[in-house]
């Protein structure tokens, strides 16, 4: 019998500690928080790989590190309310949700959006909700947001996700343009402006939906 007690804490050991990740709220979340449930049943025996896992069509649960730097990155507050952005079966939100007061994991998989609610149930998550949407679009209803974070690359972060981020908001994003590795990067609002701070090089698999158009010229303002 698998014993994922043993696979998480060699997780934490190895992959969370040694790469710079210092918060013990998120320590402890990552310690604690049963990976395997995220994953299909035979792919239970890899949750816990430094690595992306596939867990639908061109859809992926990010490997523990780049999640975790980049969460600690973020900042959330205790009474954060936060968007997730590609909350997949919801590993991620479950995370966050444990270093803020609520997140909204935003989620165009309808299959991927039930498993998320029915996770949330089953282990008590009660300040995370999953609703439908485009994900290149946000989810303006219940913001603005303290904090942002997309899980996946992406070659552009859009100007309706960012002018959703409160006054001083923060959002965290692998973003990769026409390069191998990407760069996880944290876009904090100033008034109408944003800017940007590269935190380390990254390898994440794309999140859909969020190419930039031939021809088009972003950048963040």
Same mark, same amino acid.
């Given at each position: 019998m698998t014993n994922f007690n043993v696979m998480r804490a060699n997780m934490v050991e190895g992959q969370i500690l040694p790469?710079?990740?210092?918060?013990? +709220? /998120?320590?402890?979340? #990552?310690?604690?928080?049963?990976?395997e449930a995220f994953v299909a049943p035979d792919q239970r025996s890899v949750a816990y790989v430094d690595d992306d896992i596939k867990i639908a069509s061109n859809r992926y649960l990010m490997?523990?590190?780049?999640?975790? +730097? /980049?969460?600690?990155? #973020?900042?959330?507050g205790a009474d954060d309310v936060s968007l997730y952005i590609g909350c997949g079966s919801g590993y991620g939100v479950a995370v966050l949700a444990s270093l803020c007061n609520t997140v909204v994991g935003l989620e165009c998989d309808a299959k991927l959006l039930a498993r998320a609610s029915e996770l949330f149930l089953e282990l008590e998550i009660d300040n995370a909700v999953v609703v439908a949407g485009s994900l290149d679009k946000g989810y303006a209803e219940q913001g603005p947001y303290d904090s942002v974070f997309i899980e996946g690359a992406v070659e552009h972060v859009p100007s309706v996700i960012l002018d959703q981020l409160v006054e001083g908001g923060r959002l965290a994003a692998v973003i990769r343009s026409g390069k191998s590795l990407g760069e996880a990067t944290i876009i904090k609002r100033v008034g109408d402006r944003y800017g940007r701070r590269v935190i380390f090089d990254a390898a994440a698999s794309d999140l859909p939906g969020f190419k930039v158009a031939s021809g088009f010229n972003f950048v963040t303002r």
């Open positions: 790469n710079k990740i210092t918060d013990p +709220r /998120l320590i402890d979340v #990552l310690s604690r928080l049963p990976r490997e523990p590190m780049v999640l975790a +730097r /980049l969460l600690q990155a #973020l900042a959330p």
